[in-house]
């Protein structure tokens, strides 16, 4: 059964710094694209970035560009998302997602398996 387990949120003072971790197992990613998503307290679901299955192609939500960076490491089943400049804005639970693409679009319609999210908090 194919499955997510996201890790690595929490809290942080503005500027700070997290690496979030998307943990497979069920299935190999090497043929996956991934997708990082976040939610904000009463706001939409939004695309934070992907990284195609085999990881030559990302995209950043312009938000974020410059900011984040998205990672895998195939070996070890595990997508990241290393988040430095925090902002306050940037509060949300994030979430990863899955589908068997080569794509690195991150439109929420194109993922079909979801992680359950980890909370992100910054603030001072």
């Known amino acids: 059964q194919l499955q997510l387990v996201e890790s690595g949120g929490g809290l942080v003072q503005p500027g700070g710094s997290l690496r979030l971790s998307c943990a497979a197992s069920?299935?190999?990613?090497?043929?996956?694209?991934i997708g990082w998503f976040r939610q904000a307290p009463g706001k939409e679901l939004e695309g934070v970035s992907c990284?195609?299955?085999?990881?030559?192609?990302?995209n950043y939500a312009t938000s974020v560009k410059g900011r984040f960076t998205i990672s895998r490491d195939n070996a070890k089943n595990t997508v990241y998302l290393q988040m430095n400049s925090l902002k306050p804005e940037d509060t949300a639970v994030y979430y990863c997602?899955?589908?068997?693409?080569?794509?690195?679009?991150?439109?929420?319609?194109?993922?079909?398996?979801w992680g359950q999210g980890t909370q992100v908090t910054v603030s001072s």
């Open positions: 997602a899955a589908e068997r693409a080569h794509y690195s679009d991150y439109l929420p319609a194109l993922f079909s398996s």
């Open positions: 069920g299935f190999t990613l090497d043929y996956y694209a």
């Open positions: 990284i195609s299955s085999g990881g030559g192609s990302t």
